[in-house]
């Protein structure tokens, strides 16, 4: 069910003015997550109808270009995510969808049936067993590996997204992770938030040489990506 929504933002798509739907449930529990009120305690939100969203739209679309799917992971709500992209498209807006890469089978029908115009897929760890300190759980690796294939295939506009978080993304990381990508057209690495984290071993304060660092890593994501940008203020 979609629980929250922007009506603009200028940060959710790069040089896209867009609405953001925000889906209220998670395969995944990463202990860093920002949203995690709304994975863990939905009913605290007020659920948010296709009629809600349709008159949001109607009076923003004169702004607004796109609308983003995300959450909590928006891909496991296949059959919501297919009418609303459905319905947004026949509005005329485009269509993103923010995901943590669990669900290629759901990427690929929905590439298939042209309902996306870009997708911005997480890579949270290095694809080994380290994943699943990031992903607060044992996932299924191959799916995250099968994702990023799908999207690499180049049918629709993508970036990977890795939040340089303390404690999981170290040089190693950014270089395993690059090594997994290797071609990507965009790689963003992504300023953590500490604030909001879900757990509170995350929320401490950031290191004063985060930024040093985090411009080091870019370097270093340059060897794996035609294009690499660092996201958000530190
Ligand atoms: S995948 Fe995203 S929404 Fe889900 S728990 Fe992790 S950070 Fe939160």
């Not at 296949?78 to 669990?102: L, M, P």
């Not at 395993?176 to 992504?190: D, M, T």
Request: charged letters at 30%; a positive charge; aromatic letters at 10%.
């Amino acid at each position: 069910m979609i629980r929250a929504l922007i009506e603009t933002s200028l940060v959710d798509w790069d040089g896209k003015i867009t609405t953001v739907l925000f889906f209220d449930k998670c395969n995944f529990m990463c202990p860093f997550c920002q949203n995690w009120e709304l994975i863990v305690h939905p009913e605290k939100f007020p659920v948010i109808t296709w009629e809600d969203i349709e008159k949001k739209l109607e009076k923003k679309k004169k702004w607004v270009d796109g609308v983003v799917l995300t959450g909590g992971e928006p891909l496991m709500f296949k059959k919501e995510v297919f009418d609303i992209a459905r319905k947004i498209k026949q509005r005329n807006f485009s269509v993103k969808i923010d995901t943590n890469g669990a669900y290629p089978d759901v990427i690929r029908e929905l590439l298939d049936a042209h309902l996306v115009d870009y997708v911005a897929l997480d890579i949270k760890a290095s694809i080994d067993e380290r994943y699943y300190k990031a992903a607060g759980k044992q996932i299924d690796l191959e799916n995250i590996k099968e994702s990023i294939h799908i999207l690499m295939k180049g049918r629709v506009e993508y970036e990977f997204r890795t939040t340089v978080v303390p404690g999981i993304i170290d040089e190693d990381a950014i270089k395993k992770i690059g090594e997994s990508i290797q071609g990507a057209s965009l790689w963003v690495l992504q300023t953590y938030v500490p604030k909001n984290a879900y757990r509170k071993h995350y929320r401490g304060k950031l290191d004063k040489n985060y930024s040093e660092q985090l411009h080091q890593f870019s370097s270093i994501a340059k060897h794996y990506a035609a294009k690499v940008k660092v996201r958000g203020k530190v």
